[in-house]
Each structure stands twice: as structure tokens, then as C-alpha cells.
């Protein structure tokens, strides 16, 4: 194969003439030694374990201190623009780049960029697909979800001129930046959202041009209730028909398009499913998407765990959402010990403040275009985060080069 120019073969791809190949562990240093979480000034010191850093974004969650864990055993100590590392489940890519001192957890590894290395771009070279393949692999050699010093030390890094190095590593974290700015506009805009509904959906803000009492009415009174069924499973012919079939963990969508499950025409003869038309409001019933709510966009069959809620006059929005406020509730006051359960009747009993319909339509269409945001923000953010994998697969291999 013909190599462009400035390029040369490696044993790992085409790679820019002026990168080198190096093992890991000649671009950081695993730390020796541990302390003690109990004498000062280690107690006091920030100690990060594994649940502390979220999976593949190189983002520290929390941080509290030795003392406040109680940590008692020994633990790692690392600097500043240290790396601290994952080494169980390695496939989660759990890594930060430290801007303070602390301690970690004997379950993580404390790297030290070499002089010549940046702490930046070793970060974003752990955290990246090649090393998630290769720690895959070797816990599958070793049958343990584990990499140890060894295995670490035969990963070869192609490695950049310090000034590339800082360049790439600068590059990722202002898209990290970016996707942390938009997480933090994303959590605000819920807030703004569960503030407003609370305030809308029980009368306590009325919107511009509204007055006048409000009724308070059991959810039965005012809508058709009906859940529905499983054909049975040894029925191969049952299955993988043209039929969606929702199951209460569709109901975590909050507006359904699309299922995976699918029954055929015989399957929803032969059980209690039932179907239910486009815009219909849903209510999960059993297990841990008890009190779930939420509004098929689609014409499907439900399972016994889905109640289906018919209104007969009253806007099918504004229930979703009072219902959506009451979940909390809901679970609280009718689970009794062991997973939370609610049925038809329950849900039926349930009573509700409703303001006259054209005043639901208005509150329904605020909440919706709160929703609308939210998942524009949500929808921005993911395509922000499978932009930084391809940036980080051309950066760290020298396709793209920013030198």
C-alpha cells in the first residue's frame, strides 16, 4: 500500500513521520507506595474511586473527602495533572486528568506523565476506542474485567511532538467544555421545567387570561382505563410479526416512535393484548418503571404491565404531565415493601385538579414546548459527543493534524 507523504508504517496503522511509538508505561508512571486514609493530611484529602468518574468522558462527578468515606485502607496518592485510571471494568473508560491533589482507591491506577508527555493527550488516548479494544480484550485473556501493570505496559501509543501533543489534548477539552456546558443548560432547563409544572398543574400560576375555579375529579370518572397482555412465549409464531408491542420499559421514552418488540396478528388473537391508537396516554404498573408515564405516538399492542388511559373529553397532554407530577407520590403511597406495584384501580382512583379544557390545552402546549427544548438541547449534546469520538479517532491516529 502506498503511504502518503509525511507518513510512514507502523505495527499499528499509517502514522505521521514525527510521531513515535512508545509503550504506556514509558508515557506515565504507575505511582508505588500507599497511604494511610486515616492520618492527616491524607484524610483530608479528596479520595476518588471508580463511582466517582463518569464513563468515557474523563468528567469527576463528586468529590468528598477520605474522612467523610471512612476510608481506613491504604490508598494512592497523586498530583496535580496526574491521570488517575480505572483498571476494573476497564470497558466503562473510567479516567480523569487531576487539576488538585488527592488519593485514589486501590482499584484505580495513578499515572505520571513523563517530561516529555502531556497529561492531556495520555487521557484522551485511554479513553479512546483503540485502548477500550485492547483492555477487552486482555480481560478476556485474563478472565478477569482487570488490567494489571503488565498489560498496560504492552500497549504501544503513537505518540506526537509535545507541541501536537497539547494541540489535540487543547482541541478535546474544548469540546469537552462545550458538552459540559451543555449538560449544565440541559439540568437547569429540567429544573425550570419541574418548577413549572408545579406551579401550572396545581393552579398555583395561572397562565395570562385564565381565572375561575377548578374540579377535582378521580382519573376513572373522566377516562377509559385498559391494560393488556403477553401472547404466550413457547408460540414462536407469536413474535417478530408487524404488530409493535410496548412493554412498560418503552414507557421511559416519554413520547414513543419506535419499539423494538413486535407481535404478529396471531399473537394478539391468542393473549389479552391489546391495542391502542397513535396519541394514547400510557402508565406503567409493575417493577422498577412503576408510575412512568407516558404518550404513544404510535398505533401498537401493550402488555399487562401498560395501562391504557382513554380521556373522554379532557386533554390527553395535560393528564400526561399531572401524571408525570404524581409519580413520586404514586410510588410512595401505594408501594408496600419489595417492588413498587400499581394497578388499574389504583390508577382509576387517583384524583385530579382539572382547570376548564381550554385552559389544559394551554398548560399542556407550555409543557410540551419545555419538552421540545429539552430534547433539542439533548439531542445537540449526543451529536456534540459522537463528534468528539470521530475527533479523537483522527486526531490520536495523525489524520487530521492541528501542527
Known amino acids: 500500500m502506498e503511504v502518503m507523504p509525511g507518513y510512514k508504517k507502523s505495527e499499528v496503522g499509517v502514522i505521521p513521520e514525527e510521531w513515535e511509538l512508545r509503550g504506556l508505561l514509558t508515557t506515565v508512571r504507575i505511582a508505588n507506595g500507599q497511604v494511610d486514609p486515616r492520618n492527616e493530611p491524607f484524610r483530608s484529602m479528596t479520595l476518588v474511586a471508580p463511582d466517582h468518574i463518569e464513563s468515557g468522558t474523563g468528567k469527576l462527578l463528586e468529590e468528598q473527602t477520605a474522612v467523610d ?7 494512592y496518592r497523586f498530583d496535580s495533572g496526574d491521570i488517575v485510571y480505572s483498571k476494573i471494568r476497564p470497558y466503562l473508560r473510567k479516567a480523569i486528568l487531576a487539576d488538585f491533589s488527592g ?9 505520571k506523565p513523563a517530561a516529555d508527555v502531556a497529561g492531556g493527550f495520555i487521557l484522551h488516548v485511554l479513553l479512546a476506542h483503540r485502548f477500550t479494544k485492547y483492555t477487552e480484550s486482555v480481560s478476556v485473556r485474563s478472565g478477569m474485567p482487570k488490567i494489571n501493570r503488565t498489560e498496560m505496559a504492552e500497549f504501544v501509543v503513537t505518540l506526537p511532538p509535545m507541541s501536537e501533543q497539547r494541540a489535540i489534548a487543547e ?13 449544565r443548560l440541559i439540568d437547569k432547563k429540567r429544573d425550570l421545567k419541574q418548577a413549572a409544572m408545579q406551579q401550572l398543574l396545581t393552579g398555583q400560576t395561572r397562565l395570562p387570561g385564565f381565572h375561575g375555579e377548578w374540579e377535582v375529579k378521580r382519573l376513572g370518572d373522566i377516562a377509559t382505563c385498559f391494560s393488556g397482555g ?3 412465549t413457547e408460540v ?3 413474535y417478530s410479526g408487524d404488530i409493535p408491542w410496548i412493554t412498560s420499559g418503552d414507557l421511559n421514552k416519554g413520547y414513543i416512535t419506535e419499539v423494538e418488540g413486535r407481535i404478529s396478528q396471531a399473537g394478539l388473537a391468542n393473549s389479552a393484548a391489546q391495542m391502542v391508537e397513535a396519541n394514547t396516554l400510557l402508565i406503567a404498573l409493575y417493577g422498577a418503571t412503576s408510575g412512568v408515564t407516558a404518550i404513544s405516538k404510535i398505533r401498537a399492542a401493550i402488555n399487562q404491565a401498560v395501562l391504557a388511559i382513554i ?9 400526561y404531565f399531572q401524571l408525570r407530577l404524581l409519580k413520586e407520590w404514586l410510588i410512595s403511597t401505594y408501594t408496600q415493601g419489595g417492588q413498587p406495584n400499581l394497578s388499574g384501580d389504583i390508577v382509576k382512583s387517583v384524583e385530579l ?4 379544557h381550554t385552559e389544559q390545552a394551554a398548560i399542556a402546549e407550555v409543557l410540551m414546548d419545555m419538552d421540545a427544548e429539552l430534547a433539542a438541547l439533548e439531542q445537540r449534546r449526543d451529536k456534540t459527543r459522537a463528534l468528539k469520538q470521530g475527533m479523537m479517532q483522527e ?3 495523525g489524520r487530521i493534524r492541528l501542527v
Open 69 to 75: 468515606q471512612r476510608a481506613i485502607s491504604g490508598k
Open 103 to 111: 488519593l485514589c482507591s486501590a482499584d484505580m491506577y495513578p499515572l
Open 171 to 183: 482541541a478535546l477539552s474544548d469540546v469537552d467544555a462545550l458538552l459540559s456546558s451543555l449538560d
Open 230 to 232: 403477553t401472547p404466550p
Open 236 to 238: 414462536v409464531a407469536y
Open 311 to 319: 380521556p373522554s373529553h379532557d386533554n390527553t397532554s395535560f393528564l
Open 353 to 356: 385538579p382539572l382547570p376548564p
Open 395 to 397: 486526531l490520536l491516529t
